[in-house]
């Protein structure tokens, strides 16, 4: 593999992996707070659609990416309402809101636009262009570093590089701020804290809230900058991906990079390279493109090391009278 074929790859790989890397620190930060969130897909997949739609209807990309943050938002409160306020299965309530939005996205979509439920392709201003860094184009033909610059760290959109500084800051704040300190302890000891005279409720619906930015970005990158339009289930799973990566992660943000990059590196090569001949045999390219859901499914099941969710996770807290 030559150096331009493997910076394609790699050019690819960040891009692919950049909505995995935001539902990922969304579902840490929910997690991390004691709330399971397997409805991360539909989180992603309603921002996908409302970001597309109103960036359609209004020219602004801006405008759709508020509106896919908005509907994310919608299904974090309505997830927080029934595992916080209510108490009900956390995760019941993720599936519920899957299916409610794999439903509601393409009965809307349908009537809105009336084109089997996808939304018009998107043009101009309605998309996130590609952004070039300063002297991109000057450095390009310096040998190795030139390249690197230019298609790999260059050509991004500016929701590539949000995704990244995500990074650093969701490690600042889980661990280097007071609110941090008390989401985390919230996961781990809810009693504490509320006996500390601090609202578990108050700290889960913050942490509920910051999953639903998150989501809502993810979303949004994938109908306005990824793809040119909302199409039916476009999140593809990536949800439920972005779970198994967390889990990798053991549930830490600088982690999470390099898990969400590795089934990223998987996505592109099963995109790049399809009808892979390995001693004369032809390797299907059904399996190359189930390779990412084939590690989700190796990491499930336990092989990459034990790893321990906060010891509260999944449990409704009871105030103590």
Request: charged content about 10%; some cysteine; aromatic content about 10%.
């Amino acid at each position: 593999m030559d150096l331009a074929t493997l910076l394609q790859v790699l050019d690819s790989t960040v891009r692919l992996a950049t909505p995995l890397l935001l539902a990922c620190l969304a579902g840490l930060f929910s997690e991390r707070a004691g709330i399971f969130d397997i409805g991360l897909e539909g989180k992603m997949l309603m921002a996908a659609f409302f970001s597309a739609a109103i960036a359609f209807v209004t020219g602004s990309v801006w405008l759709g990416l508020l509106a896919g943050i908005a509907g994310s938002l919608a299904l974090s409160a309505l997830h927080g309402l029934a595992s916080i306020t209510f108490r009900g299965n956390q995760l019941i309530s993720g599936v519920a809101i899957n299916f409610l939005a794999a439903g509601m996205t393409v009965l809307i979509a349908q009537s809105w636009f009336k084109e089997g439920g996808r939304t018009p392709s998107l043009m101009g201003g309605a998309r996130f262009e590609p952004i070039t860094l300063p002297l991109a184009e000057t450095l390009q033909k310096i040998p190795v570093l030139g390249p690197v610059y230019y298609e790999l760290i260059s050509g991004h959109t500016l929701l590539v590089y949000l995704a990244i500084a995500c990074v650093p800051a969701s490690w600042w704040l889980l661990y280097r701020t007071r609110f941090g300190l008390r989401l985390r302890a919230v996961g781990e000891n809810p009693a504490a804290v509320d006996t500390a005279g601090i609202s578990v409720v108050r700290l889960r619906f913050a942490a509920v809230a910051i999953c639903g930015v998150l989501c809502g970005i993810a979303g949004a990158y994938l109908a306005t900058a990824l793809q040119a339009g909302f199409v039916k289930d476009m999140t593809a799973g990536r949800g439920f991906i972005a779970l198994a990566a967390l889990i990798f992660a053991k549930w830490r943000p600088w982690h999470a990079l390099w898990a969400t990059l590795l089934f990223g590196l998987l996505q592109a090569i099963a995109l790049r390279y399809q009808n892979i001949e390995l001693s004369g045999v032809t390797i299907p390219v059904q399996l190359m493109d189930a390779l990412p859901y084939i590690l989700t499914v190796i990491i499930l099941a336990g092989f990459v090391g034990k790893a321990i969710p906060p010891r509260a996770g999944g449990e409704p807290y009871v105030k103590e009278r």
